[in-house]
């Protein structure tokens, strides 16, 4: 029988997958090829949903003290020797700064000291009862439990530092620290004014972690973006970045054609190949044509459970597409709207591509389609090229629902119900006819028939 399959995220899923028997694909050999590339401050930046989390979960099982080698038993590091060797030797700090919707400064910092307040109350709970930290440790611990003053200010008083100090005080070891979702507040704070603030926040609480710190064997993050060491990488002249446009673990996130057969194939389902292909597949990592693994592995559930269920749309369920709201508000010359138009209709655009982004630069428009690239919604027609497509049904459908909510407001139920109809059947006389009615304009600075 094959096993069940999770498509949930949590911070150790991939313990709980191995160990309650969920469908697990290998992706152990990213930790071999890790240790042979990584640098002191490593950043790995691929689009959302493309098993991040799971790798530096599988990351984590595997470096932290006290962790269990059963759960690495028949999978491919097992032959590993030499790699094997380094297995459950250093205290994790292990973090995710997902966005969780805040709309100011104030309520992030909340969220902020929720996540901090959480790691204390789980991962170094036992600390409080340590006998080897310093009695400023204990005190600080100590506090936190019982703090005299405003909570959430003096939870947000700790920095990372603070955390590796106890580790390394404690164990006599350096400390790996694992970030998650490093830029997700971040860029979630751009659509809503605060990111200034919260960069200098972030950086702060990063503190000399990045820098040479003798209690830190290794920093690695995870994110979308390769936001500039200005913003908040602060003292980090050592930060090596792998992105999508890299050879590095171009296999390691995603799932590769090979891998999405054997999956089909597992749980009987290759005779839905094609419609695999047409919705999850056209991403280009350097040299290697990717899937979305949380796409692929949430539709085979689905077919699991209805044979007939149609391919859908699992983007949409996880984020906000602020980015693409942003573009269309600047979006305010005919040259602009027709490059985001010709997408739609399975054309390109062409523009050079930033690997890093300034959040000063955010708000620019040759910065934001920068930022769709590494975000997932465009992807390169080919190796090395400047010339930029949508990678598959899935994401042109969040093109559109994004388009139409843009034009909320301004239109009509009915109205809105034909532009989509126009674009998913291709029509190019009724498209140009809604739009002409949405902008009021009968010349239109559409000219969607050359792309039919």
Wanted: include cysteine.
């Amino acid at each position: 029988m094959v096993a069940k399959i999770n498509t949930d995220l949590g911070d150790d899923v991939f313990e709980i997958m191995r160990r309650e028997n969920y469908y697990y694909i290998d992706k152990t050999l990213f930790i071999k090829e890790f240790f042979e590339k990584k640098g002191r401050v490593n950043l790995i930046a691929r689009p959302r949903r493309f098993g991040k989390s799971l790798n530096f979960s599988m990351l984590k099982s595997f470096l932290e003290i006290g962790a269990d080698p059963v759960l690495f038993k028949g999978l491919h590091i097992e032959g590993e020797k030499e790699i094997c060797e380094k297995h459950f030797e250093y205290p994790v700090l292990h973090l995710s700064l997902s966005a969780r919707g805040d709309n100011d400064f104030k309520e992030c910092m909340k969220s902020l000291s929720g996540i901090i307040e959480r790691m204390f109350d789980t991962s170094l709970k036992f600390l409080k009862d340590s006998d080897k930290l310093s009695s400023s440790s204990k005190k600080r611990i100590e506090d936190f439990s019982n703090p005299d003053e405003n909570v959430e200010k003096y939870i947000l008083s700790f920095t990372l530092q603070d955390m590796v100090n106890m580790l390394y005080e404690h164990y006599n070891k350096k400390v790996v620290i694992l970030i998650d979702e490093y830029d997700s507040m971040v860029t979630h704070a751009v659509g809503k004014g605060y990111e200034k603030e919260l960069c200098e926040f972030i950086s702060g609480f990063f503190g000399s972690v990045f820098k040479g710190n003798e209690q830190v064997e290794f920093v690695a993050l995870t994110g979308c973006l390769n936001i500039a060491k200005e913003s908040i990488f602060t003292g980090a002249n050592n930060l090596k970045v792998s992105t999508v446009s890299d050879l590095r673990y171009s296999s390691s996130f995603g799932l590769t054609w090979e891998e999405v057969a054997l999956v089909l194939d597992d749980f009987g389902l290759s005779g839905s190949l094609g419609a695999f292909r047409d919705w999850y597949d056209g991403y280009l990592f350097r040299n290697k044509r990717i899937y979305n693994t949380c796409s692929v592995m949430s539709y085979c559930k689905e077919l699991l459970e209805d044979s007939s269920k149609p391919p859908q749309s699992y983007w949409a369920n996880t984020s906000s597409n602020d980015i693409l709201f942003e573009i269309l508000n600047k979006a305010d010359s005919r040259s602009s709207l027709v490059e985001l138009e010709k997408l739609v209709f399975g054309g390109t655009t062409q523009f050079y591509l930033e690997s890093d982004i300034n959040i000063r630069d955010f708000h620019e428009l040759s910065a934001m389609w920068s930022v769709l690239v590494h975000s997932g919604y465009l992807t390169p027609c080919e190796e090395g090229s400047n010339e930029y497509r949508i990678p598959n049904k899935e994401i042109k459908k969040e093109f559109v629902k994004t388009v139409l909510e843009w034009v909320q407001g301004r239109v009509s139920t009915d109205l809105q119900k034909q532009v989509i109809d126009a674009i998913w059947e291709t029509d190019t006389n009724a498209l140009q006819t809604a739009l002409n009615t949405i902008f009021m304009d009968k010349t239109s600075f559409f000219d969607a028939k050359e792309y039919a």
